[in-house]
């Protein structure tokens, strides 16, 4: 039977479409020219131009702090609510702290912005960085406790059994079985809250204040009022280091399958 | 009975810090929204003291109807443009070789780890009257010189479907990768023709991953504001928008909450939809 050929078609021409804009944007970002209107010869004047735009490092520097620090306090929640929905599956109280784990997961980003905006004006906390990191632990706890919820599910429970029949303690048995065990989910979870923190901008858009710019509202003003050629350049290096990045993952996790095997 | 109430014990100190959490940064704040939105605003931009409904009421003023009927068609032609889209591709990478589907859905990944705003400015880009796509258009006779393809609603349904496509074809791929081929062949040999099988034998097949990719577009198009806000232009505006105006614009926050309960509740009734539909489906086979 002849197979219809229509479903390739429709997959090379969406892949055409998923690049053609990247691909205009990393040739420009190399163009001499200032309008988009045409190529006038390669030039890295872009990336000189961007190495003398101090409020772009300042941005970064803030993207980074607030990610690391949102990670790091996302994961120990996120860890325990996993731990609770999976180990009391049956109880109705976790039934509901799924409910509510699972919630910020569907809800329009603009929806938690407004409600974190409004929470923050009647309680009358000064917006900046530290109202970032609060909106920001919020939505990555969800994700890490959906990650490490996923690795905890295909876990063999004998294991820890195990350990507390040998008379491990609760604490040792937690240190030295499930946390090992937890590690890949733990490491998915982590690299998902750092890479969902440094790419926000809806919710940081609306609990930022004056001062606290981040990576991607930087990014957003210099769309709205700045230089194309310049968010060109920013933006090819943006890409080049998350390939890097994406790239070093792949290679630690190919190797830790390998040494374990 | 009394190690039963040290389990209940440990248990609750484990909910603890998500539950406090979450309450504090998730509930508390949705709350606070609908209080907000029946509050009346002070000129300072902060919220005055008593009650009112006049946020309320001021939802119906022809402008926000438009605004609203808008955000509602952009959603639904783009959820129905990526679904047309990603259905054949997850049937494509279903039937293909392991390693050929290993490539594929790595090149569908790929581009999306580029920056959401760095994805829509390359359609500003693109799209510019100074740009590649309307040079094309204009040199192959498609659209006149004069005729926009940025700052309208057109636009704001094509990068969403570029935004959100990836998020419908992993689903619907998963759910293919499931279903079982020899059915469609089956199908044929009973004297259906390719199309009929396909329709009424693989779509009814992968049934839950079309639901979760259609939520995985639907909610977040309707919650829109950056795409709007950079390709949309006056004519594109969708609620998001309105809602940002009145935060950042003319700091109205009880206009604000008013309008992010009429999203809110345009949320929920999909997935409320959903839920009712799935409920309904299983309770007859799990009499049977």
Redesign the interface.
Same mark, same amino acid.
């Not at chain 1, 479409?17 to 990247?22: A, D, G, N, Q, V």
């Not at chain 1, 407004?114 to 929470?119: F, N, Q, V």
């Given at each position: *039977?002849r197979?219809?050929r229509? %479903?390739?078609f !429709?997959?090379l021409a =969406?892949?055409f479409?998923? $690049?053609?804009?990247?691909l205009?944007?990393i040739v420009?970002s190399f163009n001499a020219s200032r309008? /988009? #209107?045409g190529w006038q010869g390669f030039s890295l004047i872009w990336y000189r131009r961007l190495l003398h735009e101090p409020e772009i490092w300042r941005a970064a520097k803030n993207s980074l702090l607030i990610a690391v620090s949102a990670t790091a306090v996302s994961l !120990?929640?996120?860890t #325990?609510?996993a =731990?609770?929905i999976h180990?009391?599956a049956r109880?109705r109280?976790?039934r509901f702290?799924f409910g509510? !784990?699972y919630? %910020?997961l569907? =809800? %329009? /980003?603009?929806? *938690?912005g407004?409600?974190?905006? *409004?929470?923050f =004006?009647?309680a009358g906390v000064e917006l900046g960085l530290f109202t970032i990191f609060?909106?920001h !632990? #919020?939505f990555c706890?969800s994700f890490v406790?959906m990650t490490v919820l996923a690795r905890l599910q295909d876990f063999d429970e004998s294991v820890i059994e195990a350990a507390r029949d040998l008379g491990a303690s609760w604490w040792t048995t937690i240190r030295r079985v499930l946390l090992p065990m937890l590690l890949p989910g733990l490491i998915a979870g982590g690299l998902l809250a750092f890479t969902l923190s440094i790419?926000d901008?809806?919710i940081t858009f609306?609990v930022a204040g004056p001062g606290s710019t981040t990576l991607?509202i930087r990014? $957003?003003s210099m769309?709205?009022f700045g230089s194309?050629p310049l968010?060109?350049a920013l933006?090819t290096i943006?890409?080049a280091l #998350?390939?890097a990045a994406?790239a070093a993952s792949q290679r630690l996790s190919r190797k830790g399958t390998a040494d374990s095997k | 009975m009394r190690k039963e109430a040290t389990r209940k014990i440990r248990e609750i100190l484990v909910s603890l810090p998500s539950l406090f959490w979450l309450s504090l940064f998730f509930i508390i704040p949705t709350l606070f929204v609908f209080a907000i939105a029946l509050k009346p605003g002070n000129p300072y931009g902060g919220i005055g003291s008593g009650w009112t409904l006049d946020n309320l009421r001021a939802l119906a003023s022809p402008n926000y109807l438009a605004v609203a009927w808008r955000t509602l068609w952009i959603s639904a032609l783009s959820t129905v443009l990526c679904i047309v889209l990603a259905v054949p591709i997850g049937y494509y990478l279903a039937r293909v070789s392991t390693r050929s589907k290993g490539f594929f859905l790595m090149l569908i990944i790929v581009p999306f780890w580029t920056n959401f705003l760095i994805r829509i400015f390359a359609w500003k880009v693109l799209l510019h009257p100074e740009g590649a796509v309307k040079k094309i258009l204009v040199l192959t006779g498609l659209t006149g010189s004069q005729t926009s393809l940025l700052y309208n609603s057109g636009a704001v349904v094509l990068v969403t479907v570029y935004t959100f496509l990836p998020f419908t074809i992993l689903p619907i791929f998963a759910a293919a990768e499931k279903f079982n081929f020899e059915l469609l062949e089956a199908a044929r040999d009973l004297g259906a023709r390719r199309l009929q099988a396909f329709a009424k034998v693989f779509i009814p097949g992968i049934r839950r991953g079309l639901t979760t990719a259609v939520l995985f577009v639907l909610i977040p198009a309707l919650g829109s504001y950056v795409i709007p806000d950079i390709v949309g232009g006056p004519g594109g505006e969708m609620v998001g928008n309105k809602i940002a105006q009145r935060v950042f614009v003319d700091r109205n926050l009880p206009q604000a909450g008013a309008l992010s309960v009429v999203l809110i509740l345009t949320v929920l009734a999909p997935l409320i939809g959903v839920l009712v539909g799935q409920r309904k489906r299983e309770r007859p086979e799990s009499i049977l």
């Open positions: *039977m197979r219809s229509i %479903p390739l !429709v997959t =969406v892949l479409f998923f $690049y053609l804009p990247i205009i944007l420009n309008f /988009e #209107t !120990v929640i996120g #325990t609510a =731990v609770a180990r009391f109880s109280l976790q702290h509510l !784990v919630a %910020p569907v =809800v %329009p /980003e603009i929806l *938690m407004i409600s974190l905006l *409004m929470l =004006v009647a609060l909106a !632990v #919020t706890l406790a790419d901008f809806v609306f991607p990014v $957003y769309i709205k194309p968010i060109n933006s943006l890409l #998350t390939f994406v | -």
